[in-house]
């Protein structure tokens, strides 16, 4: 299974980066970024409007292979931005995805909307790391956090090797409910990730604030909407409800719009949006903005970009 591949090399890739730099300096590091940008406020879309869109910058992923080169992902993000994006998410998995926490940093150093760090997170270390390279959220995925392989340690307990077992969802709710309070700690919000209604209970049961319905099952890449129809039916509506994002296979207005349907406050799209021939186009298409230029020449959009630091595009 890919998703325990990922896993058992992200055990070694964090114990490496424990013996470079100790917690207590990545911790100074994140308490000196500046003031993280709203990220659920940014995505709850309103009745009657268009679908919030989290753009992601992705390079490659195991299921889809290389996808697009991304020589700078700063001039990628301040085009989502500019053209309508809510928030950018940023791979910072090296191995499986091209990705490195120094796109996160550079990319957050350059927009002003939310910045998500997007990685298989499952010790404190990594969500210090995080926000110590400018997240202002980041991605808790609940199989993963179900998964033997999961389990925290120092630095040599992450190197000895584990069996992969059999997932808990028990032992994911403990872990869960543990990484969201160290990340409200270090000031980051969290889209926690489910695949269907029991993990959904997962997230619902430690008050998930944002939940991510991922159309493709991290188990077997296969992708169906129906994921997200089944598990948004499951979920509390209204302002007290959780921000239903949905997640993975969106290419088209077509998709957007059903899951929007079944309750989706705000997409989350990468492959769409790297492969377009037109990269401004397709996030306008999926975003549902409407961007126009003012008698000065200036862009303006439908849509919040949101607050925060960094150099709109």
Aim: glycine letters at 8%; charged letters at 20%.
């Amino acid at each position: 299974m890919i998703l325990h591949n990922i896993l058992a090399h992200k055990r070694h890739e964090v114990a490496a980066s424990m013996r470079r730099r100790t917690l207590d300096s990545v911790r100074s590091e994140a308490f000196r970024q500046p003031t993280p940008r709203p990220f659920a406020a940014n995505l709850r879309a309103a009745a009657g409007t268009p679908a919030r869109l989290i753009a992601e910058i992705k390079r490659r992923s195991p299921s889809a292979g290389a996808m697009a080169d991304v020589p700078d992902p700063v001039i990628l993000a301040r085009t989502y931005q500019a053209n309508g994006a809510s928030a950018i998410s940023t791979l910072t998995d090296g191995l499986f995805f091209g990705g490195s926490l120094e796109d996160l940093r550079a990319v957050s150093e350059a927009v002003s909307i939310p910045v998500l760090c997007k990685d298989f997170l499952f010790t404190d270390y990594q969500l210090w790391e995080a926000r110590a390279a400018g997240a202002d959220a980041a991605l808790l995925i609940v199989a993963a956090l179900a998964s033997p392989l999961a389990t925290p340690g120092n630095a040599d307990a992450l190197d000895h090797p584990l069996e992969v077992g059999t997932p808990d969802l028990e032992i994911a709710r403990e872990r869960l409910a543990h990484l969201l309070g160290v990340a409200r700690s270090a000031g980051l919000e969290c889209l926690v990730e489910v695949h269907d209604e029991a993990e959904a209970a997962v997230a619902l049961s430690v008050n998930a604030a944002v939940i991510g319905i991922n159309n493709r099952d991290l188990r077997t890449f296969i992708t169906t909407f129906d994921a997200t129809e089944r598990v948004a039916m499951r979920l509390p509506r209204g302002t007290n409800g959780p921000v239903i994002v949905s997640e993975s296979g969106l290419h088209d207005r077509a998709a957007v719009e059903r899951v929007r349907a079944a309750g989706a406050h705000a997409i989350l799209v990468g492959e769409a949006l790297v492969r377009a021939p037109d990269i401004g186009v397709k996030v306008r298409e999926m975003s549902g903005t409407v961007v126009t230029l003012g008698a000065t020449g200036t862009r303006s959009v439908d849509q919040s970009g949101g607050a925060g630091r960094g150099n709109p595009a």
